[in-house]
């Protein structure tokens, strides 16, 4: 696992505001109009192979189009599109540097929502739909900057390859690891890249604003837990009642608490949160510390520990039946470096009599908090808001990140947003109400273009 080092080194502080090329108003209207068409395609993906993105990457196809990017279009099963292309920089001798986003969003229940999760409406500042933060708003601004770059003439320092993903919600089965594995050569030559949940503002005091750029992420362990037994009669008695059994192994698996492991990213991350907090992290109660935090602490919190939450059972079809087999879904996350201890953890909880078996398994990846790109991204950030600290984090989620670091390429999050300090922006990932302040894209888009500029 590589180290990463000292906070004082991941922070170079420029000499003076940037001089560069500040986007454009156009870009600055153009990127809540994306986000709001973007929203209102219906993109759902329901998992087992079952989503729709080809209409959202037509769009998407279409925008690159309209101003001379040539977009290709892959399609993994029917209606699973991809969309890749690539924007020419000044020096073909460097590597390019990957942006990737994905089109597809988990389902929402409208009866739920206060306005239409499918609407695109604006309403109190901010644009509402599902997708609004994972991650259409970064489709948009991805959009709004490059498609700004190429009317205008400019040429970013290196190519840009952009990719508009399928299937993320799913592991990226069927997108951004079904495209490294069949068409890596778009991919080939890029050794960095910048994809979701990070670059996203904190706010500590009016003088201070935390910027968090995800730095690695928590292994993805999706499962299915199986118990079998006798099948019969209802009304018999039964000591192998299959159910009975799967259901006292969730329930030891969801109320088990893993013990906390420090990885080199979070202890970063908490070092530089104390020293701006003023306060010392007790390493013997770090979780109650941690939920001091407001609107982040169950996104951090869940980077202390391996972690597992049940999400479905299934079993029987009739009231007077006991069924001889029944399955549960469960959703594990495990730390860098920890795998193998998560795999044993649940093999203790679990006992010999429930079998496992993978749905999805998928790397924790961690890079270190330096270099070139690191130094861009906090430049521009600062540029745009002179009180922004950029600091590393781990994601307690998983990204099209995992599978593009199989092509040995650095992986950073940053989609940028400076974010009103009551907004529980870790809420609206999955959650109900889902929307991204229209303010915030615009700040992203001039992020975005400043570090494009200079990356």
Known sequence: ?????????????????????????????????????????????????????????????????????EPTLLESAPGRTSVIARIEGRDPSRPPLLIHSHLDVVPAD???????????????GCLWGRGAVDMKDMVAMTLAVVRDIVRSGRRPPRDLVVAFLADEEAGGVLGAR????NHRDHFADCTEAIGEVGGFSYTVSDDLRLYLIETAEKGLAWMRL?????????SMISDDNAVTALCEAVARLGRHEFPLVLTPTV??????????????????DLQSTVSKLGPIARMIGATLRNTVNPTA????????????????????????????EFNRQLDEILGP????????????????????????????????????????????????????????????????????????????????????PVESLRFGVRVLDRFLQSC
């Open 353 to 436: 009599d429930i079998h496992r078996e993978w749905i999805v398994n998928d790397a924790a990846v961690e890079t270190s908090f330096d270099g070139d790109l690191v130094a861009a991204m906090a430049a521009a950030l600062r540029a745009e808001d002179p009180i922004a600290h950029p600091v590393p984090y781990m994601l307690s989620g998983g990204t099209d990140a995992k599978s593009f670091s199989r092509l040995g390429i650095r992986c950073f999050g940053f989609s940028p947003l400076l974010l009103p300090a009551d907004l529980d922006f870790a809420g609206m990932f999955h959650g109900v109400d889902e929307r991204v």
């Open 110 to 124: 409208a009866s739920q929502w206060r306005v239409g999760p499918f609407s695109g409406e604006e309403v109190d």
């Open 226 to 234: 199986t118990a079998t037994g006798r099948a019969g009669h209802g």
């Open 1 to 69: 696992m590589p180290s990463v080092p000292p906070a004082a080194s991941a922070h170079p502080s420029p000499s003076g505001p940037l001089r560069l090329p500040v986007t454009s108003p156009v870009a600055e209207r153009e990127v809540v109009e994306l986000c709001r068409d973007l929203l209102r395609f219906e993109s759902v993906n329901r998992g087992d192979g079952d989503g729709h993105e080809r209409p959202a990457a037509e769009y998407v196809a279409g925008k690159l189009a309209e101003v001379g990017i």
């Open 267 to 284: 202890r970063v991350f908490l070092g530089e949160l104390g020293e701006a907090l003023g306060v010392e992290f007790d390493l013997d």
């Open 313 to 340: 059972l299934r079993a029987g079809e009739k009231v007077n039946v006991i069924p001889g087999q029944a399955s549960a879904l469960v959703d594990g996350r495990y730390l860098p470096g920890q795998e193998e």
């Open 178 to 181: 079904w495209l490294v594995e």
